[in-house]
């Protein structure tokens, strides 16, 4: 039995914590408490609290690790469903998709040159080491 969003969402409004949960932004209620408490979730420009209720069409900005992404909130639900139905609770912004794969674009060409060591050193290797090392 698959829940889909509400249809009449303009009736009721949802905690932007359990929201956030729903949306599957966060893994956990308490992470999104500690994002929107860190100031990393703001709504309408504004920092919130967790307890904000928020209705449809409320923008939200959200930062996670690099990514900082600008929603519009399209339905309401406080309780935690598959991804395709968290994929219908809110849409991001033309410029938030544009901005977020140009800076990926540009981490992953700031690896280009980033070359892993071969591990851990061999004897040889370790007394020419030893050799530059003074004392």
């Known amino acids: ?3 889909q969003p509400e249809k009449n969402p ?15 932004f966060f893994k956990t209620r308490n992470m999104a408490k500690q994002a929107i ?3 990393k979730v703001h709504c309408g420009g504004q920092r919130v609290k967790v307890a ?10 959200i930062r996670q ?4 992404r600008e ?14 139905e968290a994929a219908l609770l809110y849409e991001e ?13 540009e981490r992953k060409a700031g690896r280009a040159g980033f070359t892993p060591g071969t591990g851990k050193p061999t004897k040889k290797e370790r007394r020419q080491m030893k050799r530059f ?3």
């Open 10 to 24: 303009a009736s009721r409004k949802v905690r932007l914590d359990k929201w956030l949960w729903a949306a599957r």
């Open 133 to 135: 090392r003074p004392g």
């Open 71 to 84: 929603v519009t909130v399209t339905a309401l639900q406080d309780r935690r469903g598959s991804a395709a």
């Open 37 to 39: 408490e860190g100031g």
């Open 52 to 61: 904000k209720e928020i209705g449809v069409g409320a923008a939200l900005t």
């Open 65 to 68: 690790g690099f990514d900082k």
């Open 93 to 105: 912004t033309a410029a938030s998709i544009a901005a977020r794969e140009q800076r990926a674009a």
């Open 1 to 3: 039995m698959s829940r």
